[in-house]
DNA sequence: GCAAGAATCAAACGATCGTTTGAGGATACG
DNA sequence: CGTATCCTCAAACGATCGTTTGATTCTTGC
């Protein structure tokens, strides 16, 4: 495997495990197998690696996010819960590929950093597709208010980043295959969330 | 104010800007006015800082929300609505003495540490407080499998972490008092929880 | 008022951090 | 074959990390 593939997949799961700051370049790069110096070769340096992180799935993310709204979007069939699956399944996806699912945890620590930097970048990657998302749930909601719009969507963001991160009590037992443990994950997300933006 | 009570102030608040790896003892010491070496000489270590900072709000945290739910818990007419009031409100008062507010984005960075030693102090510290609220769930929806309360409540715990750390994108407007904005957080957070909750 | 303990201080400890350097190996193209 | 380009490597850079030390100051009780 090409080194900077090698650095990116480490990055991951380090970032994922330590955080940004926690994890080391040293760590990262041994548990890559390669040299401590090509971190700064191929990227840069190490805020630019944790920004390539983010490109690498997001990117992938917000095109089957998006690609699944469309589908869906101003059909008069449309339910929330249609909606919330275009969200969600795409990240249960994610997890499939290699450690994918290691990247929700990364994108729940970017949540916690109330770094400036890191949060202009993910407005800048990440909030077309929430504000498309956002424009649906409001066709779908029409006696909402804007604000109270905004507040359960932000509301349905908080539990769907929790859940997916694998943040809570909840883990899964031995006896079940992974994949059902995700397609679980994402059918009580689905209801939760659907009742919630529903509430009266 | 004392040499203690000045350090756990500023690192509740180093802490929530920027980690408990990203804030070092020597920003910790110099924000709080104190000798670098003071942190280790009334705590013993970086760590037992940390946890210091947990117990002194968790403690009180703790103490508030347990007493408002022995006030309505078994009680004939309470509703969910009441269970979810008693375990937001005491958060929402924490903001009010001090900076308090800071301490639920350090719990907010707790979550995301996977970290096993802060998991297990945290599980043993507020664990105790979650099934008891746990436990007045599942009076008031008998109907609800204990696979699919637990998987609401986390659920619950996930949008609450979220909105009462000020993760997401709802920001208060400048024209709101702060108070009020934390009120308006709680409504919307109980009216759209209690939904999650009651879903079909 | 003076000994004893608690608290504070500047300074240094070894370790580790992100980054840079310059030499060397690998690869592709004329 | 030679050379230019991409890549890797060990080593070192200065900075900063958490922690420790030993001297000094402050506080307390007899």
Redesign the pocket.
Known sequence: M??KERILGAAEELFARHGF?G??????TAAAG?????????F????R?IEEVFRRRLDQLNGRRLAALQKIAGEPGTTIEDVLAAFITPALELSHDGNGSLFMRVLARAFAEHDDTLRKFLSDNYGHVMRQFTAEFARLLPTLSKEELYWRVDLVTGALTHAMSGFGMIQRKSDVPEQRHREQTAEHLIRFAASGLKAP
Do not use: C, F, I, M
């Open positions: 090409p080194t700051e994890a080391s370049l040293r760590q990262l390669v040299n401590l110096a090509a971190v700064n070769y191929h840069g340096s190490k805020d690696l």
